[in-house]
């Protein structure tokens, strides 16, 4: 589970989405984004996300607050771009062949 923490204040509010869903009731969406950082503060930083056209041209948005992997019951977390163990050789090589 990823639990985060973010300071609403920092939000950007003209960049949430205002929809209608069937029953016609209003919603008000706001896309974030977890940025893989491995700090003190989380194993991510949270920060708004932005258009193709805006990374482009170097908008940068602030750092909304911080995110973590917690362990749940007897599970573990997972890290973010962790990759599997790779399996041994009978001769305890890792090389697959």
């Known amino acids: ?4 923490s973010i300071d ?5 509010k003209t960049r949430f989405k205002a929809i209608t869903r069937k029953n016609g009731e209003k919603a008000l969406f706001c896309d974030l984004i977890l ?4 700090s003190d503060y989380g194993d991510y930083m949270v920060k708004q ?3 193709k056209e805006d990374r482009e041209a170097g908008l940068q ?5 911080n995110a973590k992997n917690v362990q749940v019951g007897d599970k573990k977390p997972v890290k973010a771009n962790s990759a599997p163990a790779r399996a041994k050789d009978d001769d305890g090589s890792d090389i697959p062949f």
């Open 1 to 4: 589970m990823i639990t985060l």
């Open 8 to 12: 609403v204040t920092k939000l950007d």
């Open 35 to 38: 940025i893989d950082s491995q």
């Open 49 to 51: 996300s932005v258009t």
């Open 61 to 65: 948005l602030p750092i909304l607050g």
